[in-house]
């Protein structure tokens, strides 16, 4: 990234951060009135996550994961927590106005403050113990055992007779501060298990650099599969170091579809850069066109694609089906509405015109270590004559 594009992002970040602390000290330290010395002991608390997390952001560039990973555990757990208690006094804030418009209306004008200090205290306390429980099931979800999803999807042009072809997917690991070789390892170990034919990795599989992070990829190169094993760039990889991490993969036995196809067993699988690379420069980009081009249309054509939004241009140019990453599956309920507003296609099977699309909820996560209504999957997929 541009040091112009990271300063702005730092800009942003440092603006919300502070401002929802800010936002958080008001509702559950100043307004319920906690007495001395829990009010200080809060404020400087929230003080602290916040400029822990501005700070972890920086260092992660450039500091040793050994360094960097516990000041983001701290601060990515207290991020999903963080998210929980500013939504739920967002709508209890909600709650509260409606209740003294309706007042209002009933020609209840007085302000009771003692009323209003006992509702304040209330709202904390509710909010603080649903918030906490959520980020307690959410991170027992995201550091449990990922499932295996089954998925059958019948192809048109698959022959009748076809035996199943089985395709594993992995996708969003985000190899990275919280998410390292132990997990890595035994994911390979549990797709290996499958059998499949081909294996293929969706993208943003890494959160560092190759120095960061190349020793703790290696299981990949365990990975067994008939037809081999396939990777398509996500956005992740162009915060980190995108054209070294392809040189990496490489050395274990990682092929990376760069809008290139290539005929694995009864199929054509393609595969295209992130659909944000173009912004990156240095040659990256997504080019459907060119992943297709030359194909014999007879034979069916799945499409590797990081993000959703490439169905498309992908239906338009003929591909049967396409399979993608990136949302998820929204990570943290109800964040898949705001998934929604992007694309319509937040996790699972989905029809789209003429083609077929599969979106995985992710097999790692992403910032908190936590999953709410959004499990971690390893796909296992099954093409079948229609």
């Given at each position: 990234m541009s ?5 702005v ?5 440092t ?5 929802i ?6 509702r559950?330290v100043?307004?319920p ?6 009010s ?10 916040a400029v822990?997390?501005?700070?972890g952001?920086?260092v992660t560039?450039?500091?040793?994961r050994?360094l960097?990973s ?22 209890a ?9 309706a007042?209002l ?9 003692h ?9 904390a ?11 307690g099931v959410g991170?027992?979800?995201a550091?449990?055992r990922?499932?295996?999803a089954?998925?059958k ?19 969003d690991?985000?190899?990275g ?7 890595l390892?035994?994911?390979v170990?549990r ?11 969706t993208g943003?599989?890494?959160?560092g650099t190759?120095?960061?992070?190349g020793?703790l990829?290696?299981?990949l190169?365990?990975l067994r599969?008939?037809d081999?094993?396939?990777f398509v ?9 995108v ?19 290539v ?17 990156f420069?240095?040659?990256?980009g997504?080019d ?7 194909r014999d ?13 490439a ?7 003929g ?7 990136h ?8 964040w898949?509405?705001?998934v ?6 937040v ?21 908190p270590p936590m ?8 796909t ?7």
């Amino acid at each position: 990234m541009s040091v112009a594009r990271i300063l702005v992002a730092l800009g942003v970040l440092t603006s919300v951060l502070f401002g929802i602390h800010y936002y958080l000290w008001a509702r559950l330290v100043r307004d319920p009135a906690l007495p001395p010395p829990w009010s200080t002991a809060a404020a400087w608390g929230l003080g602290v996550l916040a400029v822990s997390g501005l700070g972890g952001f920086v260092v992660t560039r450039f500091a040793p994961r050994a360094l960097v990973s516990p000041l983001m555990w701290v601060f990515f757990t207290w991020l999903g927590v963080m998210f929980y208690l500013f939504l739920l006094l967002v709508l209890a804030d909600g709650a509260v106005a409606l209740g003294r418009v309706a007042g209002l209306a009933a020609g209840d004008g007085d302000v009771d403050l003692h009323r209003r200090l006992t509702l304040s205290r209330l709202v904390a306390g509710v909010v603080s113990v649903v918030a906490v429980g959520l980020g307690g099931v959410g991170m027992a979800s995201a550091l449990g055992r990922v499932g295996i999803a089954r998925v059958k999807i019948p192809l048109a042009k698959l022959p009748g007779g076809t035996a199943p072809y089985r395709i594993v997917q992995v996708s969003d690991i985000h190899l990275g501060p919280t998410i390292g070789e132990a997990f890595l390892r035994d994911i390979v170990d549990r797709i290996n298990a499958l059998a499949p034919d081909v294996v293929v990795i969706t993208g943003d599989l890494v959160d560092g650099t190759v120095a960061q992070l190349g020793a703790l990829a290696r299981p990949l190169a365990s990975l067994r599969a008939k037809d081999g094993v396939f990777f398509v760039t996500g956005n992740h990889e162009y915060y980190s170091g995108v054209d070294e991490w392809l040189a990496f993969l490489a050395t274990l036995g990682v092929r990376v579809l760069r809008n290139e196809r290539v005929a694995v067993g009864p199929i054509d699988l393609a595969g295209v850069d992130d659909w944000s690379a173009r912004s990156f420069g240095g040659g990256h980009g997504a080019d459907v066109p060119r992943a297709l081009a030359g194909r014999d249309p007879a034979r069916p054509i799945v499409l590797l694609a990081h993000q959703p939004q490439a169905i498309d241009e992908a239906e338009a140019h003929g591909v049967d089906l396409q399979i993608s990453g990136h949302t998820h599956g929204g990570q943290l309920y109800p964040w898949k509405f705001a998934v929604k507003l992007v694309t319509p296609y937040v996790a699972g099977l989905y029809q789209h015109k003429t083609a077929a699309i599969y979106v995985s909820r992710g097999t790692g996560y992403w910032g908190p270590p936590m999953r709410v209504g959004a499990p971690a999957e390893i796909t296992h997929l099954e093409l079948v004559p229609a």
